[in-house]
């Protein structure tokens, strides 16, 4: 299959601040290796991307040290703490892509409103990390008959549907664009569903791993289970697949989220949340194709056509094969069986629940802006 290259509006590159668990190099070359051409990287880095001069900072790196595009997200409050709103216009102006606290909610209704107000002349979305963190403090993983199993404590569904719910009426009152990060449970699908029928603008992600795994995957207590929203249920899985075929979910994004061995080797309460996702993001979406819950076409369009509209004209006209685009294309086989194998990750984060895990559908060759950047060189893309 040969398709434009895939476009992953929500990854953590780690640099400036904590290039031990990944940097722009590092993370670009996961990147590649998963398909991607584009990545739009979050700013909860050290210092986080909340002035002109630290996008600048990574728009340099990304021009010297990385291999594909990197676009970067801004954050919506200084030192992404909710309390004052960012320099939004400066951020723009430097060539955010979005604006998103992610990792924490605005949990301020009043920061939200205005960032919501702001970017909305901007023409940006606000990207929400959607967590009443009230509600979920000491939180680890799904609260459920699992996590009462496990005796660890739980993260409802609630804490993310309150949040949906007043980012949708804020997006209403305010007439700006609310982008809902790393969807997970069925009642925020529900929500954005109604919201989208009302005309509320509002566009919508999830994740490669809450549309695979379930809560289940954490017996055991295996740390790199451990993320943030948690895995969730089967029921939350089928309509999140449900939400992806009738649009009201817009797009897949990975949520990459590395962190180091030492980070995840502890007791679980301890451990950081994240998924390390860039290099299995295709491998494990085939399976949904591969199982008929997704046609091949609509798996595409949500990392490709999907997320390229939604970054408008800001990734250069990404997103497509025409006559004229860049020449951004990823090419895989779709039936090639693989086993994940961190070892061979470009990435410094080997923090995935995969590994050792058979994957159907593999990335072949990875081509931006016309230069070969990764090539399949363990199975010299053979069946
Ligand atoms: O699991 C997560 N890890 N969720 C987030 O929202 C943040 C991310 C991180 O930065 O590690």
Known sequence: MVCPGLIDLHSHLRQPGYEEKETISSGTRAAARGGFTTVCCMPNTNPPLDNQTAVEYIKSTAATEGVIRVLPIGCISKGRKGKELAEMGELAAAGVIAFSDDGEPALNSYIMRQALDYSRAFGLPVTDHCEDTILTEGGQMNEGVVSAKLGLRGIPNAAEDIIVARDLALAQLTGGWIHIAHTTTEGAVELIRRAKEKGIKVTAEVTPHHLTLTEERVIGYDTNAKVNPPLRTERDIEALIQGLNDNTIDIIATDHAPHTEGDKLCEFALAPFGISGLETALGSLMGLVHKKKLSLPTLI?????????????????????????????????????????????????????????????????????GKIVYKDEATKGAK
């Open 301 to 369: 369009a949500k990392l490709t056509s999907e997320p390229a509209r939604i970054l408008g004209g800001k990734g250069g006209g990404v997103g497509t094969l025409a006559v004229g685009a860049p020449a951004d294309i990823t090419v895989f086989d779709p039936d090639l069986e693989w086993v994940v194998d961190t070892k061979d990750f470009a990435s410094k984060g080997k923090n995935t629940p995969l590994e050792g895990e058979k994957l159907k559908g593999r990335v072949i060759a990875t081509i931006y802006q």
